[in-house]
């Protein structure tokens, strides 16, 4: 009567069988599942036994003891179990059979031997635990016994007839494999059971079988053995040792093992090597690990994808987390990204690359903003404004120039995601100060590049503020690259200017370029005055075209991507500094001649410049520091990002060729430097002989020393000597 009401404890199980998923595994159903509460993937065995002999229902009990108590990384791990009067049920991770892994893997081309070479290394070891520390035999090994995890990892299972090597204590003697399947036959070696070779003889003859069918398919017979087919050359003597007929002299498991992992064996290879670092990882010294994480970038190429992405990626991120493994772990951390779906970089990934920002270690922030393009589609604007940006912009400020440039060139990715207030005010403010005050020719260049890359995200109101002033500040900047994204500036942007802006303020600044020192910067101005000349006289002769040229004047921010038509006027100046940026004397920026005879080693030769309905590109700015000669040495501590003088974007007057915006414009509290303008005859002249700010300055002290000195002797001489007992008044 209780038994009616006694529930089934199948249904109260944690797991769950997944629909249309189970495969014959021996005597066993092969089902894929999941854990009710979690949906974790795992795998599930089941045995029924109304539908099993008795020697089966016998086999598969004893494999269901086994698993309990039989615990290695290369043996399938055991999770759960469920044995009932009508079935049993074996819980384990989530596997598939050897075998139809290597169908599966054969149909995209194939197994490389590094991924079986591991493979072996795995099962051969697990192998090697059975015999030599449990004193245990498998009596069942082959292709059938051995299963594949999500990482590529082979795992030794098909436990149904594993016995002591004395035999059971208790009598009790599990059937053979070939009188449960008689066609197994032909995996038995051919001494008789009771002969006087090894213990582990039939064991590592079946090794040999199992190492046949994985590079030759199903074995149809015992004398194909013999042939060795497409088994690799240096692993041919070690087989031929698992299968020799005489079974003393075949290996140990772990002998075998040793033979392979021989200086050219089979088993020597940069993949099992890394497995076995990652298998000792947190007992490693921290130098070691550097030194890994290092090598592995250069191997990563050549590993299977599943390894990569399960069993690499896991520790990179525990050695990001918990071994401050730093800046080292990124490279390795963005090719094993390439591997992953958009959700899982998500969650994997995305978590880590926001931490990373925060860190204040200087080779891990540059090593982020140098590899941004990998992984800045998969961050959302939320995260960018939030959490990234404001830990960048301290780039901006930071004493080192190579993050400084960096940080500029980061802005080009950055900027499709920014919010109004980041890019039209704090982005704004930054490239101002950088402009005006940088010392870095290269980088002062690099930021005009990048407002003209930019300019179509900025909001109208920005526009009109920012770009006239900021490309007019850069015609007259010494150094002759950015001079020349100056001019360049003006005509990336050129639909973006009113006629009457054009008429007053651009070409009166181009004009004066004419005349400048280097022949490229004057060629890109002629071009460019050209350019803009062509708008005027179109409007000229039919004023209705007004509306036309003038339709992006007033254009709302574009979408990322719409500018793509002009998108490559600078890239080349924007890319290439990072290897080449350079100190040099400051005075050596005011010298006009450059590697290659000016700026022609900054920008490659000009193309035909705009009309005045066309958007593309006057020509391609290339490096700006060519001619630089010392590399720059990464400087000591970081500047705060706030800065004396330095105010929001929206109270700054970026036109300052206005009536008084000199007062509230950032540009105009800064000097300009070495203008001809404003230089007095002799600075001039020191200047062009390339000497250095600090020469230039302690000759003009000299100088004022001498006038002051000379003005003292004429006063004394106008008063004449002072009479004794006179009064000094003066």
Known sequence: MWSFFARDPVKDFAYELLPDSQEKSGIWTLHRGKRKTTGEPVSVFVYEVAQGTEQQTQLAKAAFKRMKTLRHPNILAYVDGLETEKSLYLVTEQVTPLAVHLKARAEKGGVGELEISWGLHQIVKALSFLINDCHLLHNNLGIWAVFVDRAGEWKLGALDHVVPEQGDPSGVSLPAPKAVYPDMEKYDPPEMSNSSGEKWAGEVWRLGCLIWEVFNGPLPRTSSLRSLGKI???????????????????????????????????????????????????????????????????????????????????????????????????????????????????????????KMFSSTDRAMRIRLLQQMEQFIQYLNEAAVNSQIFPHVVHGFTDTNPAIREQTVKSMLLLAPKLNETNLNQELMRHFARLQ????????????????????????????????????????????????????????????????????????????????????????????????FLSKLETVSEDPSKLAEIEKDVASCA?????????????????????????????????????????????????????????????SSLTQASRSSTSMVKEGQGQSSAGEEGVRLASEYNWDSTTKGASQNDLFASVSQRNTATTMSLTFWFYFHLGLSKAELSKKKREERRKELEAKRAERKAAKGPLKLGARKLD
Request: hydrophobic share 40%; net charge positive.
């Open 232 to 354: 690799p050359k240096v692993l041919v003597p070690h087989y031929c040792e698992l299968v020799g007929a005489n079974p003393r002299t075949r290996p140990n498991p772990a002998r075998f093992l040793q033979n392979c992992r021989a200086p050219g064996g089979f088993l020597s290879n940069s993949f099992v090597e890394s497995n076995l670092f990652l298998e000792e990882i947190q007992i490693k010294e921290p130098a070691e690990k550097q030194q890994f994480f290092q090598d592995l970038s250069d191997n990563l190429d050549s590993f299977p994808e599943d390894f990569c992405k399960h069993k690499v990626l896991p520790q990179l991120l525990t050695a990001f987390e918990f071994g401050n493994a730093g800046a080292v772990v990124l490279t390795p951390l963005f090719k094993v990204g390439k591997f992953l779906s958009a959700e899982e970089y998500q969650q994997k990934i995305i978590p880590v690359i926001v």
């Open 436 to 531: 005006a005050r940088d010392e870095q020719g290269p980088i002062r260049c690099n930021t005009t590049v990048c407002l003209g890359k930019i300019a179509s995200y900025l909001n109208a109101g920005t526009r009109q503020r920012v770009l006239i002033s900021a490309f007019s500040r850069a015609t007259k900047d010494p150094f002759p690259a950015s001079r020349s994204a100056g001019v360049l500036g003006f005509a990336a942007t050129h639909n973006y200017y009113s006629v009457t802006e054009i008429a007053a303020r651009i070409l009166p600044t181009l004009c004066a370029v004419t005349v400048d020192p280097d022949k490229s910067v004057r060629d890109q101005a002629f071009k460019a005055i050209k350019s």
């Open 558 to 618: 574009q979408p990322a991507g719409a500018s793509s038509s002009w998108a490559g006027w600078a890239v080349t100046g924007m890319s290439s500094l990072t290897s080449k940026l350079i100190r040099n004397a400051p005075g050596t920026e005011g010298v006009t001649g450059t590697e290659g005879g000016g700026p022609a080693a900054n920008a490659t030769s000009p193309t035909t410049p705009p009309s005045a309905s066309d958007g593309a590109p006057f």
